[in-house]
């Protein structure tokens, strides 16, 4: 499947302060699932082909679509 993208440092320093803050029960870290979604949407794949080491691959998925409604994207 190819090698796994993820943010560097200061990439992640740039987007994390502009992802909502949600309370609640712990999360999949977000530098992990928004590097899934970059590495998802560079490569062309399908959702289901998103490696394990970005998080499950229904967390991802829900995130794109959660972020997407109120434009984050």
């Known amino acids: 499947m190819g090698e796994v993208f993820w943010l560097n440092w200061r990439q992640w320093a740039a987007i994390e302060p502009l992802l909502p803050r949600l309370g609640g029960k712990p999360r999949v870290d977000d530098r992990r ?9 560079r490569e062309g794949l399908r959702w289901r082909t998103i490696a394990a080491e970005d ?13 997407s409604k109120p434009g984050l994207w």
């Open 55 to 67: 998080g499950p691959r229904t967390t991802v998925f829900n995130r794109f679509n959660r972020w």
């Open 33 to 41: 699932v928004i590097s899934g979604i970059l590495h998802r949407d």
